[in-house]
């Protein structure tokens, strides 16, 4: 049987009970075509980037699921028939993950295993950045057409032009 990584995203206006009963009734169609569910982390309502069939949060659930392809088939086309069910996301992997998702962790054990937070977060510039063999930029100053397009001449038809 092969092993997944699915993630579904609930709407924002169920309760945790009702998320924990949708997770219920599709752990049950697994379990009934012949598969297994492993680990589920709930991890909790979030935020949205954009809006997702107007809602702007969501559930995030995650389940580690060991099936044949139609038991997975099957629970993937009961979600898309959900109204509660936004989005969902079923990756096939080689072996499951031991302990819990990064999105679990705390962010000081993200850091550690040198995750997020091992940049450098310091203060920074555009003009901190290597410009490579190009000149400084000149701003302002030299307004009078220098450079290198030649001198400026007067537009016709305008207070200064030539008439």
């Known amino acids: 049987m092969a092993l997944y990584e699915h993630v579904f995203l609930a709407r924002q206006d169920l309760s945790q009970q009702q998320v924990d009963a949708l997770v219920e009734q599709y752990k049950g169609v697994i379990t009934a075509n012949g598969g297994s569910i492993g680990r589920i982390e709930n991890w909790g309502l979030k935020s949205l980037t954009y809006r997702v069939k107007k809602n702007r949060k969501a559930y ?3 389940m580690d699921i060991t099936c044949p392809p139609a038991a997975l088939n099957e629970m993937e086309r009961q ?3 959900s109204e509660d069910v936004l989005r969902f996301l ?8 031991e302990g819990v998702s990064a999105m679990m962790q705390k962010r000081e054990e993200r850091s550690e295993r040198g ?3 091992d940049r450098d977060r310091g203060p920074r510039s555009f003009g901190d950045r290597d410009r490579g063999d190009r000149p400084p930029r000149s ?6 057409g220098g450079g290198d397009r030649g001198p400026r001449r007067p537009r016709e038809g305008f207070e200064g032009g030539a008439e």
Request: aromatic content about 14%; proline content about 0%.
């Open 60 to 62: 995030y659930t995650l």
């Open 139 to 144: 701003f302002g100053g030299d307004r009078d």
């Open 115 to 117: 995750g997020f937070g």
């Open 90 to 97: 079923t990756i096939k992997v080689e072996a499951h993950e």
């Open 79 to 81: 979600m898309g028939l």
